[in-house]
């Protein structure tokens, strides 16, 4: 009896495996499987006493039956891939690689079903049920194939061996219930509905956008926004994309569009950044794919407020590439990188063709977004956007940046706006055109935006080779033309807030704290308006080719040429009249900059308080002066200034144009080594305007050779100075020079000493009147003006004596020489030690003796001598 139930159990085994071979292959539902497996079931336990025997006799032809056809079906899957009979049939099949994992069924009449995986030319390993306890693995071949499969009940878990191509992309999903139809077509690269109606989800803890299918060279911008959606779904903090291939992936699509603003093309992306889920890109290079031209082209990551208000922690980390094709031949045919005038209107503006494509941009996180090493090339709008300008509701309260390399960016590598805090270890342009705002730009559009504490360790830009474009071009239809007319100096740095006026006119700290650690520039220049206490350490600024830049509108320029370094407090209101904020303060240096080149000013700073410029600041040739102050107050040490200026242009080391309060220029030094008439520097420091006050200059020198020009020049100054400190030591080596020439007004409170100069060289005090005017000295008591030396513009020389409004000329000496005494009279004589000298109406001269020189009558007449 126990014989005849083994074989009749065994026959069973072989029957239900046929059952379930056949219900998988020719699609039969799941249920009327187990209502046949039952039935099978049922009626072989009935069966059982009274069928032993018959049973046992049918044993060896059925098991022999139940193998052949498990043989063939094998044989038949095999063609696909997915199944053999045994582990060796697998390790022996030359398709498969070492690494390949395939599936088993057995031949032998076992009927086991399990995975192996082969480890070398003719060898192969079981697999083992996954460390999940209640789950059994089936490893199948590509998740693309999985729609077709049928997965048993039981099989909760299957490995692919890449998503659509064998190698890549191999992942792991679990049935899980609550994937239905709506979820696969939400999700159509992470999930399957397989051919019996089970639905499975990708289970990887680290998911790898190569799992859902981004391939090299092939459009992958669903497999990475999936990638990302589906990280955010299942709370992983982290996806990947790990390299593969040589080409680019590439990023196809028109960008997101806002539900509610159909028609709105502002910004978008092709993929959607999500809210605490950071993408590591690793050695991979993204690329815009060619599409016709738009004015708005797709940026590659987006900030899709309608789906995510708050990113949250969200980011982009790894070492990767953000093309945008700009220069792509369907794009834009002819090769014309920016001002191609396809805006629609057949006018060329930039502004208006080209801005909103970026590599990245966010608008608002209530966490830290954060960024690795990115490379953005070949955009139209900004490699990276940071904020969004104007908006009380959207801002950034932190954000990382590694490092960004951009080239080829139309209109700024990195803008940050309405950012409360920002960190970039690097920021180095590698070249190529553009730059319509800046290289780094941070910008202040309304008084709702906050912008402050942006801290960057390095900032480096070469403008030497490629074109900046102009702002617009609108009568330069000729291609060639337009080209000439671009310009090679751009902004390095741009800091601004000028959109909107200050309330009250006073400046309220909400564009703030900007620090750069070094900055290195060629053929570029930097401005700053109206942001406070921003501090510059290393600096070195060249511009080593001459440009006029009186046509681009977008670097700031002055007399054709364009200052290396401005920083303006200064708003304009409705009509364009300036208005200057109060409070500003903070633009220091935190170690002495180098500038050279043909700026205009090398440093130019307005209406702040609380400047610093160390000592050891060098500059060389630039068009004007090398400093120029206009009322501030705070320090300015040593400044090198060597042969700046032009024929046509005074230069000086330092030049104040009024001060608000405490100014301190010390040890400033002028030095001009050029030949003849190109020696054009006129001292080391000039105060001009009518508020200069507090202001001390000491230890300036002039170190050149061309005459007679003052070390500190007092000029143009409508108004008593007050407080003006000419603190010793002022020394000049030119041979010979002067302390200082006053045109108008100046006040020194102590005495003026002029000392022997440099111990071998005449001194004196030089009164120089321009031609056609008078060079006086004037001595008063208290304020009243007593007596005043003077030389007219005819070459006499004459002493006057004032007396309230009377003047009287005391001496004259006129140009062919002798003196006129025009006061002396009887009551008014000459008088020497002992004689008094008078002129008498007869014309003669009468001297008389003055034993009591208190008056005119006494004493003895000596006599008359006539004038001859």
Same mark, same amino acid.
């Given at each position: 009896?126990?014989?005849?139930?083994?074989?009749?159990?065994?026959?069973?085994?072989?029957?239900?495996?046929?059952?379930?071979?056949?219900?998988?292959?020719?699609?039969?539902?799941?249920?009327?499987?187990?209502?046949?497996?039952?039935?099978?079931?049922?009626?072989?336990?009935?069966?059982?006493?009274?069928?032993?025997?018959?049973?046992?006799?049918?044993?060896?032809?059925?098991?022999?039956?139940?193998?052949?056809?498990?043989?063939?079906?094998?044989?038949?899957?095999?063609?696909?891939?997915?199944?053999?009979?045994?582990?060796?049939?697998?390790?022996?099949?030359?398709?498969?690689?070492?690494?390949?994992?395939?599936?088993?069924?057995?031949?032998?009449?076992?009927?086991?079903?399990?995975?192996?995986?082969?480890?070398?030319?003719?060898?192969?390993?079981?697999?083992?049920?996954?460390?999940?306890?209640?789950?059994?693995?089936?490893?199948?071949?590509?998740?693309?194939?999985?729609?077709?499969?049928?997965?048993?009940?039981?099989?909760?878990?299957?490995?692919?061996?890449?998503?659509?191509?064998?190698?890549?992309?191999?992942?792991?999903?679990?049935?899980?219930?609550?994937?239905?139809?709506?979820?696969?077509?939400?999700?159509?690269?992470?999930?399957?509905?397989?051919?019996?109606?089970?639905?499975?989800?990708?289970?990887?803890?680290?998911?790898?956008?190569?799992?859902?299918?981004?391939?090299?060279?092939?459009?992958?911008?669903?497999?990475?926004?999936?990638?990302?959606?589906?990280?955010?779904?299942?709370?992983?903090?982290?996806?990947?994309?790990?390299?593969?291939?040589?080409?680019?992936?590439?990023?196809?699509?028109?960008?997101?569009?806002?539900?509610?603003?159909?028609? *709105?093309?502002?910004?978008?992306?092709?993929?959607?950044?999500?809210?605490?889920?950071?993408?590591?890109?690793?050695?991979?290079?993204?690329?815009?794919?060619?599409?016709?031209?738009?004015?708005?082209?797709?940026?590659?990551?987006?900030?899709?407020?309608?789906?995510?208000?708050?990113?949250?922690?969200?980011?982009?980390?790894?070492?990767?590439?953000?093309?945008?094709?700009?220069?792509?031949?369907?794009?834009?045919?002819?090769?014309?990188?920016?001002?191609?005038?396809?805006?629609?209107?057949?006018?060329?503006?930039?502004?208006?063709?080209?801005?909103?494509?970026?590599?990245? *941009?966010?608008?608002?996180?209530?966490?830290?977004?954060?960024?690795?090493?990115?490379?953005?090339?070949?955009?139209?709008?900004?490699?990276?956007?940071?904020?969004?300008?104007?908006?009380?509701?959207?801002?950034?309260?932190?954000?990382?940046?590694?490092?960004?390399?951009?080239?080829?960016?139309?209109?700024?590598?990195?803008?940050?706006?309405?950012?409360?805090?920002?960190?970039?270890?690097?920021?180095?342009?590698?070249?190529?055109?553009?730059?319509?705002?800046?290289?780094?730009?941070?910008?202040?559009?309304?008084?709702?935006?906050?912008?402050?504490?942006?801290?960057?360790?390095?900032?480096?830009?070469?403008?030497?080779?490629?074109?900046?474009?102009?702002?617009?071009?609108?009568?330069?239809?000729?291609?060639?033309?337009?080209?000439?007319?671009?310009?090679?100096?751009?902004?390095?740095?741009?800091? *601004?807030?000028?959109?909107?006026?200050?309330?009250?006119?006073?400046?309220?700290?909400?564009?703030?704290?900007?620090?750069?650690?070094?900055?290195?520039?060629?053929?570029?220049?930097?401005?700053?308006?109206?942001?406070?206490?921003?501090?510059?350490?290393?600096?070195?600024?060249?511009?080593?080719?001459?440009?006029?830049?009186?046509?681009?509108?977008?670097?700031?320029?002055?007399?054709?040429?364009?200052?290396?370094?401005?920083?303006?407090?200064?708003?304009?209101?409705?009509?364009?009249?300036?208005?200057?904020?109060?409070?500003?303060?903070?633009?220091?240096?935190?170690?002495?900059?180098?500038?050279?080149?043909?700026?205009?000013?090398?440093?130019?700073?307005?209406?702040?308080?609380?400047?610093?410029?160390?000592?050891?600041?060098?500059?060389?040739?630039?068009?004007?002066?090398?400093?120029?102050?206009?009322?501030?107050?705070?320090?300015?040490?040593?400044?090198?200034?060597?042969?700046?200026?032009?024929?046509?242009?005074?230069?000086?080391?330092?030049?104040?144009?009024?001060?608000?309060?405490?100014?301190?220029?010390?040890?400033?030094?002028?030095?001009?080594?050029?030949?003849?008439?190109?020696?054009?520097?006129?001292?080391?420091?000039?105060?001009?305007?009518?508020?200069?006050?507090?202001?001390?200059?000491?230890?300036?020198?002039?170190?050149?050779?061309?005459?007679?020009?003052?070390?500190?020049?007092?000029?143009?100054?409508?108004?008593?100075?007050?407080?003006?400190?000419?603190?010793?030591?002022?020394?000049?080596?030119?041979?010979?020079?002067?302390?200082?020439?006053?045109?108008?007004?100046?006040?020194?409170?102590?005495?003026?000493?002029?000392?022997?100069?440099?111990?071998?060289?005449?001194?004196?005090?030089?009164?120089?009147?321009?031609?056609?005017?008078?060079?006086?000295?004037?001595?008063?008591?208290?304020?009243?003006?007593?007596?005043?030396?003077?030389?007219?513009?005819?070459?006499?020389?004459?002493?006057?004596?004032?007396?309230?409004?009377?003047?009287?000329?005391?001496?004259?000496?006129?140009?062919?020489?002798?003196?006129?005494?025009?006061?002396?009279?009887?009551?008014?004589?000459?008088?020497?030690?002992?004689?008094?000298?008078?002129?008498?109406?007869?014309?003669?001269?009468?001297?008389?003796?003055?034993?009591?020189?208190?008056?005119?009558?006494?004493?003895?007449?000596?006599?008359?001598?006539?004038?001859?």
């Amino acid at each position: 009896m126990t014989a005849s139930f083994e074989l009749v159990t065994k026959q069973n085994v072989v029957q239900l495996q046929s059952v379930d071979l056949l219900a998988r292959y020719v699609g039969t539902a799941t249920a009327e499987i187990d209502g046949k497996v039952a039935g099978v079931a049922a009626d072989a336990q009935a069966a059982q006493d009274a069928a032993a025997d018959a049973a046992a006799s049918k044993v060896e032809a059925l098991d022999g039956a139940a193998t052949s056809q498990a043989g063939a079906l094998v044989a038949s899957d095999q063609a696909l891939g997915f199944r053999y009979g045994s582990l060796a049939a697998g390790a022996a099949d030359p398709d498969l690689e070492t690494g390949d994992a395939f599936d088993v069924w057995a031949t032998d009449g076992s009927g086991r079903w399990f995975s192996g995986v082969k480890t070398g030319p003719s060898s192969a390993e079981e697999v083992p049920y996954s460390d999940r306890a209640t789950l059994k693995v089936l490893a199948v071949s590509l998740f693309t194939d999985l729609a077709g499969r049928w997965i048993p009940l039981g099989m909760d878990a299957v490995q692919t061996s890449g998503h659509s191509v064998k190698g890549i992309g191999a992942a792991r999903y679990v049935y899980d219930a609550a994937v239905d139809a709506a979820y696969v077509e939400d999700h159509p690269r992470s999930s399957v509905m397989t051919a019996n109606g089970r639905g499975f989800r990708i289970a990887e803890d680290l998911i790898d956008a190569k799992m859902l299918g981004a391939r090299s060279g092939q459009d992958s911008a669903a497999a990475i926004d999936e990638t990302m959606q589906v990280a955010y779904e299942m709370g992983h903090s982290l996806c990947t994309l790990y390299a593969e291939g040589s080409e680019p992936y590439l990023i196809e699509g028109p960008g997101k569009t806002d539900p509610t603003d159909p028609g *709105s093309t502002f910004q978008r992306g092709v993929m959607s950044l999500c809210p605490d889920v950071q993408l590591a890109i690793w050695g991979a290079t993204l690329q815009i794919k060619a599409a016709d031209h738009v004015k708005n082209a797709p940026s590659h990551f987006g900030h899709h407020p309608w789906k995510y208000p708050d990113l949250r922690n969200a980011g982009v980390l790894g070492d990767f590439t953000l093309d945008g094709n700009m220069y792509d031949p369907v794009r834009n045919p002819g090769g014309i990188p920016f001002d191609d005038g396809r805006d629609g209107a057949g006018v060329f503006d930039e502004g208006a063709v080209y801005q909103f494509q970026h590599g990245i *941009s966010v608008y608002r996180s209530s966490g830290t977004i954060t960024i690795g090493r990115a490379k953005c090339i070949n955009m139209r709008g900004n490699g990276l956007e940071i904020g969004m300008a104007n908006s009380a509701d959207n801002w950034i309260a932190a954000c990382q940046i590694e490092r960004l390399d951009p080239a080829d960016i139309f209109r700024e590598a990195l803008g940050i706006y309405n950012c409360r805090a920002l960190t970039i270890g690097e920021l180095i342009w590698r070249g190529g055109n553009g730059l319509w705002v800046a290289l780094l730009n941070i910008e202040r559009h309304s008084n709702d935006d906050q912008v402050m504490n942006i801290h960057v360790g390095r900032l480096i830009g070469d403008f030497t080779t490629g074109l900046s474009p102009t702002e617009r071009t609108p009568g330069i239809t000729n291609p060639a033309e337009r080209e000439a007319a671009r310009r090679m100096t751009r902004r390095i740095l741009s800091i *601004s807030d000028f959109y909107d006026l200050f309330v009250d006119n006073a400046f309220d700290g909400k564009g703030i704290n900007v620090t750069i650690g070094e900055l290195i520039g060629v053929q570029a220049c930097l401005t700053n308006y109206n942001f406070g206490n921003v501090r510059i350490g290393r600096c070195t600024l060249a511009r080593p080719h001459d440009e006029d830049m009186t046509g681009h509108k977008l670097v700031p320029e002055n007399g054709g040429s364009v200052d290396a370094i401005r920083c303006h407090g200064v708003t304009y209101d409705s009509e364009g009249t300036p208005i200057f904020p109060t409070g500003l303060y903070g633009f220091t240096f935190d170690a002495p900059p180098r500038i050279t080149g043909h700026y205009a000013h090398a440093i130019w700073i307005s209406n702040y308080a609380e400047i610093l410029i160390p000592d050891g600041t060098i500059v060389e040739g630039t068009k004007q002066s090398a400093v120029r102050l206009d009322d501030c107050s705070g320090w300015c040490g040593h400044v090198r200034a060597t042969n700046c200026g032009l024929t046509t242009a005074r230069a000086y080391a330092v030049e104040v144009w009024g001060a608000k309060g405490p100014l301190f220029v010390r040890d400033p030094v002028a030095i001009d080594t050029r030949a003849g008439a190109s020696r054009t520097m006129q001292g080391a420091v000039r105060l001009n305007g009518a508020s200069v006050d507090h202001v001390e200059v000491s230890g300036a020198r002039n170190l050149n050779t061309f005459g007679t020009v003052p070390v500190v020049n007092v000029g143009d100054a409508a108004v008593a100075v007050g407080n003006m400190d000419m603190a010793a030591p002022v020394h000049g080596f030119s041979t010979p020079v002067a302390f200082a020439t006053v045109e108008s007004s100046v006040e020194i409170n102590g005495n003026l000493d002029v000392g022997d100069m440099n111990g071998g060289a005449d001194t004196y005090i030089n009164a120089r009147a321009p031609a056609g005017f008078k060079a006086n000295l004037n001595m008063s008591i208290g304020s009243v003006l007593e007596y005043q030396f003077q030389l007219t513009p005819d070459g006499n020389m004459q002493g006057l004596q004032f007396a309230g409004g009377f003047v009287r000329v005391d001496f004259a000496i006129p140009e062919n020489g002798g003196f006129n005494f025009p006061s002396v009279t009887y009551d008014k004589p000459i008088r020497t030690a002992d004689y008094a000298l008078w002129p008498t109406a007869a014309g003669v001269w009468r001297t008389k003796a003055l034993p009591d020189p208190t008056t005119d009558t006494a004493g003895v007449a000596v006599g008359d001598q006539t004038g001859a």
